[in-house]
């Protein structure tokens, strides 16, 4: 049986800036018109960590019953160490699924009933990206899921609960919490190449090779700093999240000079990291620039 230290890993906490920025950029965007209202916040940031602590552990189950984890470099999984049963993992997952419909579906009772659609797409997203017979995160597109879930639906979705509207800075916030979350996930994927190859994993890493996501990395970490200058044009505090360059400098250093297995962790930790910091210094900017 998993101990308490080992399902808090298993639920991968340094993922959570994936789940916490989004809100904090989307609630900066309402706070911009004036509209920002504090328990729907908070309710959005429940859906969203409830979400990525049930996709982390639906991935723990999936890819530790089908042996993608059997010989990992990274976190301890508690399906592929065999700490914790596959059932017992589903069931903690389903929880968490079942925890982020229940705080969505009272936002969507009281702004739009069709954001229960959207909460559903989110919840099958999540379940689908290593579930199913046909995973899609088997087939290059987890980026895409992530770029969209936790940076499209999780901002705008944050934005339009508190003001019932969107915006142009909501959007720029959007994109650019999706390309650090799709950072994340690259270094990620980066760093199971040769693991997933065997495996049969064809991630986005995977189709496009080594030399190739390593330059996407740039990219995706290059965006959100484009963003902050677009910003500008909603106030000029918006430059506050350059402070955030430093750390997406650090981030991208080890991916740069070729770095693999677990010498790609510092990456995960600091792209998390610049993410959480563009995230509060843009919020703060949004809402009292």
Not at 6 to 19: I, S, Y
Not at 179 to 186: D, E, I, P
Request: charged share 10%; aromatic share 8%; with cysteine.
């Amino acid at each position: 049986m998993a101990t308490a230290g080992q399902w808090l890993e298993g639920a991968r906490p340094r993922t959570l800036p994936n789940a916490i920025s989004p809100v904090i950029v989307g609630t900066g965007a309402a706070a911009a018109l004036g509209e920002a209202v504090w328990w729907k916040a908070l309710l959005a940031l429940v859906v969203s960590l409830a979400l990525n602590i049930g996709v982390n552990l639906a991935n723990d189950y999936s890819d530790g019953i089908r042996g993608t984890d059997d010989e990992r470099v990274g976190p301890m999984r508690l399906v592929g160490s065999g700490a914790a049963s596959p059932a017992a993992v589903k069931r903690a997952a389903f929880a968490c699924f079942g925890v982020a419909a229940v705080a969505g579906l009272a936002l969507a009772l009281t702004s739009a009933w069709w954001l229960i659609l959207v909460g559903l797409v989110c919840i099958v997203g999540a379940w689908y990206y290593t579930g199913g017979r046909t995973p899609y995160g088997y087939s290059g597109l987890g980026e895409v899921a992530v770029f969209v879930f936790f940076g499209l639906v999780a901002v705008l979705g944050t934005l339009f609960v508190q003001a019932e509207q969107l915006t142009l800075s909501g959007l720029a916030g959007a994109v650019a919490m999706g390309c650090f979350s799709s950072a994340v996930m690259v270094t990620n994927n980066l760093r199971d190449i040769p693991t997933d190859t065997e495996s049969g994993k064809r991630t986005l890493a995977v189709r496009l090779g080594d030399p190739r996501t390593r330059t996407l990395h740039l990219g995706l970490l290059t965006t959100p700093f484009v963003m902050s200058l677009a910003l500008v044009a909603a106030t000029p505090w918006a430059l506050a999240g350059l402070l955030a360059a430093p750390l997406a400098v650090r981030a991208h250093a080890p991916v740069r000079s070729g770095g693999l297995g677990l010498e790609l962790l510092p990456a995960l930790r600091d792209t998390a990291l610049a993410m959480l910091v563009w995230s509060v210094a843009t919020g703060l900017a949004l809402a009292f620039g």
